[in-house]
């Protein structure tokens, strides 16, 4: 079976790869059938270069892509021209910036805590809930026992 994958080449702990059409028994930096791209990840933004017109010739003969080229096709705008569908805007810089989970996480848990109480999220007529006294229940603790006879 013909597979679409990645070739990593580059440096030690600096790398690159290429977009190849391969077999699937051959290794992954061995024999390729042909490149038809490569993939910059450690640049920012990643950099990804696939020759489109290849790339649907090859899956229109069965090749299989590896998912992480098969994302990189869905960035690319080739497997878009593969299924007919219509390809992906490219995000301009005048858009802004999806906001990621760890955006809305607070600094601290303090700060989540201030900011839920805050008189401005409660709504008109309710009062904010009472938040009870912690107590100090050390004493009732069955190890606390079993420390004093010890000593």
């Known amino acids: 079976m013909v597979r679409i994958r990645l070739m990593r080449v580059g440096k030690k702990k600096q790398p690159s790869y290429r977009v190849v059409v391969a077999d699937q028994r051959?290794?992954?930096?061995g024999r390729i059938i042909e490149s038809i791209g490569h993939y910059q990840p450690r640049v920012e933004p990643s950099e990804i270069t696939i020759d489109?017109?290849?790339?649907?010739?090859?899956?229109?003969?069965?090749?299989?892509?590896?998912?992480?080229?098969?994302?990189?096709?869905q960035i690319s705008g080739a497997w878009a021209a593969f299924t007919g569908e219509a390809p992906p805007t490219p995000l301009t810089p005048s858009e802004p910036a999806k906001a990621t989970p760890?955006?809305?996480?607070?600094?601290?848990?303090?700060?989540?805590v201030a900011e839920e109480a805050s008189p401005d999220d409660t709504p008109e007529g309710a009062e904010p809930a009472e938040v009870p006294a912690a107590v100090d229940q050390a004493a009732a603790a069955p190890e606390a026992d079993a420390v004093k006879d010890e000593s």
Request: no cysteine; hydrophobic share 40%; proline share 8%.
């Open 26 to 29: 051959s290794p992954r930096d």
């Open 52 to 73: 489109t017109d290849r790339a649907v010739h090859w899956l229109g003969m069965g090749a299989q892509p590896s998912n992480q080229v098969r994302k990189l096709l």
């Open 102 to 112: 760890a955006a809305s996480v607070k600094a601290t848990p303090a700060a989540s």
